[in-house]
C-alpha cells in the first residue's frame, strides 16, 4: 500500500509548503486537494499550465501524486478538475455522490449522476472514486455495493474511508472484505466515536482513536489492496505549520510501522 498525505491538512498554508512538509514527514506519496471553499491547492483557475508547475513541484519535493481530492458532485468543475489532474498524469479523482442517506427518491438521483460524473472521468483518462460519505445518498457497505451493482461502469470504483464507515456503524475491516477490488483508493483517518460529525483534527489521527485500525489494514491486505492509503484530515486550517506536520509524521510513523507487521 501506498503511503501518502492529503495536502488537505495543511490548507492554511500555499501548495509549496504543503508538498515540503508532507515529504520532510517521510512520505512518498501525496494526494492534492481541489476541494471549492477548503483547500484548493490544485486549482480550476490555474489552468494546465498552473496544473503542470504544480506537477513539477511534486516532482520536485520527491513526492508521487496518486490522486486529486475533488469533492464536487457537478459535472462541469469535475471536467476541470479531471482536466488538471489528466495534465499531471494523475488518474483518481475523488468525489462524494451527494444527496441524502436514507431518501430513495434522492438515492436514486445521485446514482444517475454519479453515472454522468464517471463519464466525464473516462473522457478525461482519469478514474472516478466516490467515498462512502456520512449525510449522503451513498454512506456505507450497503449503498456502495449497490451504486456499483447497478452502474457497471469502468472508470468507476470506491474511496474506501474508515471513519465515515464506522461513523455509519459499520466495522471497517467487514467493509473492506465486502467492497474487495471495488475499492481503488482510500482516504486514511481516525475517529473518537460513531458520533456522525467528524471530530477535531487530533481525533482523526490513526491510532488515536476507536476505529481497529490494524484489522482494518490487515483486512485491506486480504483483499490484495495495493492502492493509496492518503491521510486525510480536515479542520486543520487554523492550524500553525509545526501542529499539522506533526499530525503528518505521527500518522506515517504509525500507518509504517504497521504495514510493517503485516509482513
Same mark, same amino acid.
Given at each position: 500500500m501506498k503511503l501518502g498525505c492529503n495536502t488537505v491538512l495543511f490548507a492554511g498554508f500555499d501548495v509549496q509548503e504543503a508538498l515540503d512538509q508532507i515529504a520532510f514527514a517521510g512520505y512518498e506519496y501525496v494526494e492534492l486537494a481541489a476541494i471549492k471553499g477548503m483547500c484548493e491547492h490544485l486549482s480550476?483557475?490555474?489552468?494546465?499550465?498552473?496544473?503542470?508547475?504544480?506537477?513539477? =513541484?511534486?516532482?520536485?519535493? &520527491?513526492?508521487?501524486?496518486?490522486?486529486?481530492?475533488?469533492?464536487?458532485? @457537478?459535472?462541469?468543475? /469535475?471536467? #476541470?478538475?479531471?482536466? /488538471?489532474?489528466?495534465?499531471? &498524469?494523475?488518474d483518481i479523482v475523488n468525489v462524494g455522490s451527494g444527496g441524502k442517506s436514507g431518501d430513495e427518491e434522492s438515492t436514486k438521483e445521485a446514482i444517475a449522476n454519479v453515472v454522468r460524473l464517471a463519464d466525464?472521468?473516462?473522457? +478525461?483518462?482519469? #478514474?472516478?472514486?466516490v467515498k462512502p460519505h456520512v449525510g449522503q445518498a451513498i454512506f456505507d457497505a450497503a449503498t456502495?455495493? =449497490?451504486?456499483?451493482?447497478?452502474?457497471?461502469?469502468?472508470?468507476?470504483? /470506491?474511496?474506501?474511508?474508515?471513519? +465515515?464507515?464506522? #461513523?455509519? @456503524?459499520?466495522d471497517p475491516d467487514d467493509v473492506a472484505r465486502q467492497w474487495g477490488s471495488r475499492i481503488i483508493t482510500s482516504h486514511f483517518r481516525d475517529c473518537a466515536s460513531r458520533e456522525r460529525q467528524v471530530g477535531p483534527p487530533p481525533t482523526q489521527v490513526p491510532g488515536r482513536g476507536t476505529v481497529d485500525i490494524?484489522?482494518?489494514?490487515?483486512?485491506?491486505?486480504?483483499?490484495g489492496y495495493a492502492g493509496p492509503l492518503n491521510l486525510e484530515v480536515i479542520g486543520a486550517a487554523s492550524y500553525t505549520?509545526?501542529?499539522?506536520?506533526?499530525?503528518?509524521?505521527?500518522? #506515517?510513523?504509525?500507518?509504517?510501522?504497521?504495514l510493517q507487521e503485516l509482513g
Amino acid at each position: 500500500m501506498k503511503l501518502g498525505c492529503n495536502t488537505v491538512l495543511f490548507a492554511g498554508f500555499d501548495v509549496q509548503e504543503a508538498l515540503d512538509q508532507i515529504a520532510f514527514a517521510g512520505y512518498e506519496y501525496v494526494e492534492l486537494a481541489a476541494i471549492k471553499g477548503m483547500c484548493e491547492h490544485l486549482s480550476v483557475d490555474q489552468g494546465t499550465r498552473g496544473a503542470e508547475e504544480v506537477g513539477k =513541484r511534486v516532482e520536485a519535493a &520527491g513526492l508521487t501524486a496518486t490522486a486529486v481530492e475533488a469533492a464536487t458532485t @457537478d459535472p462541469e468543475r /469535475l471536467a #476541470r478538475v479531471c482536466e /488538471l489532474a489528466a495534465a499531471i &498524469g494523475i488518474d483518481i479523482v475523488n468525489v462524494g455522490s451527494g444527496g441524502k442517506s436514507g431518501d430513495e427518491e434522492s438515492t436514486k438521483e445521485a446514482i444517475a449522476n454519479v453515472v454522468r460524473l464517471a463519464d466525464v472521468a473516462r473522457d +478525461h483518462g482519469c #478514474r472516478l472514486a466516490v467515498k462512502p460519505h456520512v449525510g449522503q445518498a451513498i454512506f456505507d457497505a450497503a449503498t456502495a455495493l =449497490r451504486l456499483t451493482a447497478e452502474v457497471d461502469h469502468p472508470a468507476l470504483g /470506491l474511496n474506501f474511508d474508515p471513519s +465515515h464507515l464506522y #461513523r455509519a @456503524d459499520e466495522d471497517p475491516d467487514d467493509v473492506a472484505r465486502q467492497w474487495g477490488s471495488r475499492i481503488i483508493t482510500s482516504h486514511f483517518r481516525d475517529c473518537a466515536s460513531r458520533e456522525r460529525q467528524v471530530g477535531p483534527p487530533p481525533t482523526q489521527v490513526p491510532g488515536r482513536g476507536t476505529v481497529d485500525i490494524p484489522a482494518t489494514l490487515r483486512a485491506l491486505a486480504e483483499v490484495g489492496y495495493a492502492g493509496p492509503l492518503n491521510l486525510e484530515v480536515i479542520g486543520a486550517a487554523s492550524y500553525t505549520l509545526p501542529q499539522a506536520t506533526s499530525i503528518a509524521a505521527e500518522t #506515517r510513523g504509525y500507518l509504517n510501522r504497521c504495514l510493517q507487521e503485516l509482513g
